[in-house]
């Protein structure tokens, strides 16, 4: 019975929430005319902005933290030896050609940087996931559009000459 309540709380708290729409089945996209570089450095301005911190970073993987700040989350993964469970995310950065490809890996975990650390990933099919996916294709948008306007501002430029 117990387990039943838990499982219907869990659903409660993720939500009953579809799909993403991506090959991985995890938030993803592809930003074209922008450099793996120019990616990583718009990702983690963004993401310091909503409030992580930068855990480590290399030329093909961000990893970026932060303790979970509401009541439900802390009281499902929270546990005696740490209340407050970490927020992690996971951003690969990989250059494809003139494009590049980012795929986001979303977890909570309890205890974390312990023996006891516990991960539940919610890559797939949660609300985190799809808030994620919303925040990569702004970035995509912003980022490609920002190249459009570039080459508009120089076609300006040329015509006046």
Sequence with gaps: MRHRVVAALLLFIT??????????GCPEVFISGASAQTVSNHLVSAWIGAGYSVEQQTASSI??????????TQLFFGSEF???P???LRLNIVPVGMST????NY???TNPGSAFAKRTDFSKSSKAAHQIQESLDRLRTQL???DISAERLQAIEAAKN
């Design 82 to 84: 740490n209340t407050t």
């Design 86 to 88: 970490q927020c992690q």
């Design 63 to 72: 990893l970026l933290t932060r303790d979970a700040d509401d009541i439900a």
């Design 101 to 104: 490809k980012v795929v986001a």
């Design 15 to 24: 939500g009953c929430v579809s799909p993403l729409n991506t090959p991985s």
């Design 144 to 146: 490609e559009f920002r």
């Design 107 to 109: 977890a909570v975990v």
